[in-house]
């Protein structure tokens, strides 16, 4: 027969080495903020590329540029060591709002709106912001 009770000191331990462990689990989480800040850094660029850049070389330059980043930090993003559970369900949401709103520029700029700032400075603004949002929040978890 096994003794399944344990003393207040053997408890008082493991809660110990529990919350330790949640402790180092999160920090090595925390990659997921950066990961995040940097896809918001890339959609704004890219929207305001979109919009902005004229010339059809300096725009594929940008587009190239972008499968780059997005490649590296899918690559980068494989080889992190932890990651928080429900991290997925808590971010897709900021992920599907980024894509939507810049579907949505993209559709409402173009080509009507092609060269003029004031909107596509706007438009990425926007299209950053939830990911700019999920990276701080990732980054409080």
């Known amino acids: 027969m096994v003794d399944d009770n344990i003393s207040p000191q053997q408890a008082s331990a493991a809660l110990s080495r529990a919350e330790e462990s949640t402790r180092r689990v999160r920090a090595r989480a925390r990659w997921m903020s950066a990961y995040l800040g940097v896809f918001s850094a890339g959609f704004a660029a890219i929207t305001l590329a979109v919009g ?3 010339p059809l070389t300096p725009r594929i330059l940008v587009f190239a540029a972008w499968a780059v980043l997005v490649a590296a930090a899918v690559a980068w993003s494989r080889r992190r060591p932890a ?19 810049y579907a949505v520029a993209v559709a409402a700029g173009t080509p ?11 438009a990425a603004l926007a299209v950053a912001t939830p990911l700019a949002v999920a990276a701080f929040r ?3 978890v």
């Open 52 to 54: 902005l850049v004229r």
């Open 112 to 122: 009507h709106l092609t060269g003029h700032p004031t909107y596509w400075v706007s």
């Open 83 to 101: 990651n928080i559970c429900g991290t997925t369900a808590r971010v897709s949401r900021y992920w599907v709002i980024s894509i939507s709103l």
């Open 138 to 140: 990732e980054r409080r």
